[in-house]
């Protein structure tokens, strides 16, 4: 049978290059990093698309850290926003499908208390959760074979040749490595989610219908607990942990930082959530990460 064709773009960061690995074997994949392809340059996406027509689309990438989007917004529009538009635009010209990714950070600006379901108003307050969510906007208007999926907060480990990205249990681990402390918000509560219980499901998530999904892990605890929880899983001991883990209450004080998000939509089309502390456990023990 012959192989589908999955193109996609910001293969050299942290979720695209697992995901290009993963599906090697089983997708014809066209990996584009950023010197093959800068998605800014429209001319390129919709000669490089249309070259190698692909069923599906995975564009990962984005301007994906909140300073840089805050330092320079004209740019993050032009990469999260415009590119994202332009390859729907060339999407629906070739028939593809697409998947765009945008992210917890859309709910940021919110006072009202999480979790958030999909149909929940939005209310960005940084550049990156505005141009993600003026993006998702402007593409579903453009293209109806569109998932778009928001995500929580990944984390995953060191790998070889893959980059890792700035996450909790990374940087929970080397606060103990370096033995500097870190302060963590008691006041900040949202998903921690294993990069591969994303990636284990993007099967069936291009089964599900188009439209605009919540996906991560379920997570009551505060950012400081579980980072607490992660360390304590890893084995490190308490007089450590408390050493180098402390408590910022003062952050998010007046107003909790809740991103906590509602999984209840793709849960109900089969799609099987865990909690961040399962999530936890099960990284480390599939990276043998205990010590
Ligand atoms: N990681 C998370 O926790 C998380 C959570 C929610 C949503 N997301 C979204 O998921 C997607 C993937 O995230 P990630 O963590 O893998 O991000 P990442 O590691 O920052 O990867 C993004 C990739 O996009 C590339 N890129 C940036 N500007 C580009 C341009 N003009 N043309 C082509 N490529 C460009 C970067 O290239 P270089 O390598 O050359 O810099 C990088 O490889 C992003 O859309 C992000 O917003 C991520």
């Not at 290009?20 to 996406?45: C, G, M, Q, S, W």
């Not at 995500?151 to 370096?178: D, I, Q, R, Y």
């Not at 490190?236 to 107003?255: A, G, L, N, Y």
Request: proline share 4%; with cysteine; aromatic share 8%.
């Amino acid at each position: 049978m012959k192989k589908k064709k999955m193109l996609l773009t910001g293969v050299n960061g942290f979720l695209c290059s697992r995901v290009a690995k993963y599906f090697e074997e089983k997708y014809h994949v066209i990996p584009l990093t950023r010197k093959e392809l800068d998605i800014t340059n429209h001319k390129e996406a919709e000669r490089i698309i249309k070259e190698n027509n692909p069923n599906i689309i995975f564009h990962a990438a984005a301007m994906s850290a909140t300073l840089p989007c805050e330092n320079n917004p004209e740019l993050a529009h032009k990469v999260n926003l415009d590119a994202a538009l332009n390859i729907a635009r060339v999407a629906k010209e070739t028939k593809a499908k697409m998947l765009f990714l945008s992210s917890e950070q859309v709910f940021n600006g919110n006072t009202n208390e999480g979790p958030y379901g999909e149909d929940d108003k939005a209310v960005p307050s940084t550049v990156y959760g505005e141009t993600k969510l003026k993006a998702e906007g402007l593409l579903r208007k453009e293209l109806k074979e569109l998932w778009i999926l928001r995500l929580s907060w990944m984390f995953g480990l060191p790998e070889k040749n893959v980059p890792n990205n700035p996450n909790l249990l990374w940087k929970s681990l080397k606060a103990v490595l370096t033995n500097q402390p870190i302060k963590i918000s008691t006041n900040e509560y949202r998903g921690i989610t294993y990069v591969y219980d994303l990636i284990e499901n993007l099967e069936k998530i291009f089964d599900l219908p188009y439209g605009t999904y919540h996906f991560g892990s379920v997570n009551e605890e505060s950012t400081y607990d579980t980072a607490v929880y992660i360390l304590n899983k890893i084995g490190i001991s308490k007089e450590i942990i408390d050493r180098v883990i402390c408590r910022d209450d003062e952050k998010h004080r007046d107003q909790k930082r809740d991103l906590r998000m509602d999984y209840n939509k793709i849960i109900s089309k089969g799609i099987n959530i865990r909690t961040s502390q399962e999530s936890i456990d099960r990284a480390i023990k599939e990276f043998d990460f205990k010590l």
